[in-house]
């Protein structure tokens, strides 16, 4: 499964984004799909995740700014970002996890896509 992600770019601080992942093939039905970034200097973090029962899943720091959503007839997750900090600058990557377990969790997902830079300036 390969999956390609894009949307991402350079917007204002409050300024939105909406970024998109398309995967390949569906071959299985995946447990969660879920978004992660990492800022430079620091590690890759959870942001926020999408499961097979369309339960949602949000980092503390995204709640209520950023929805994920998906659409199972394009194989294709989204994340709409709101009211976008200069904080929330980092590649975005999204995965799929076949198998049950925590979605905040990085090493629960199979496969991962190349990532997608978000700028916001201040």
């Known amino acids: 499964v390969q999956l390609q992600a894009s949307g991402g770019g350079l917007v204002q601080a409050g300024g939105s984004l909406r970024l998109s992942c398309a995967a390949s093939?569906?071959?299985?039905?995946?447990?969660?799909m879920g978004w992660f970034r990492q800022a430079p200097g620091k590690e890759r973090e959870f942001v926020a995740a999408i499961n097979w029962n369309d339960n949602t899943y949000y980092a503390d720091s995204v709640k209520g700014r950023f929805t994920t959503s998906r659409d199972n007839a394009k194989n294709t997750v989204y994340l709409q970002m709101n009211s976008l900090k200069p904080e929330d600058t980092a590649v975005y990557y999204c995965?799929?996890?076949?198998?049950?377990?925590?979605?905040?969790?990085?090493?629960?997902?199979?496969?991962w896509g190349q990532g997608t830079q978000v700028t916001v300036s201040s």
């Open positions: 093939e569906r071959t299985f039905t995946p447990y969660a």
């Open positions: 995965a799929v996890a076949k198998r049950w377990g925590v979605v905040t969790i990085e090493s629960l997902y199979d496969y």
